[in-house]
């Protein structure tokens, strides 16, 4: 798992363009769900787990227009994306911080189904 705080819109198109399993966690400062959930991520990525996955930290203060592109309306959400030839999908979208064992499961069954 490859963790990337986004701090330019072209930064955020650079990798939608060139990773294929990505994870847009849409979070705030302000949020304490949000560093708890960000806590958990780094604790996976450690472990080296998915290592083709990677997850991009957009904070909807500075990124008002990706969230509002993305209908984000409640923190943290996580979005799930693949690049399919080319073309972007959203497999599925969580609401909400979770349990560190609980987010692996969550991204295996995403992404390994």
Known sequence: MKII???????LSKVLKTDD?????FYADWCGPCKVLT???HEIEKENL??????????VDK??????????????????TTDDSGDRKVIKT???SLPKN???ELVRNVYNG
């Open 102 to 104: 609980d987010l692996i």
């Open 94 to 96: 969580k609401i909400g």
């Open 50 to 59: 998915f290592e083709d996955v990677t997850i991009l930290k957009i904070n």
């Open 63 to 80: 990124f008002s227009d990706v969230s509002k592109s993305y209908k984000v309306k409640s923190m943290p959400t996580m979005i799930f």
């Open 5 to 11: 705080d986004i701090r330019e819109h072209s930064e």
């Open 39 to 41: 806590k958990v991520f």
């Open 21 to 25: 399993k990505v994870i847009l966690d």
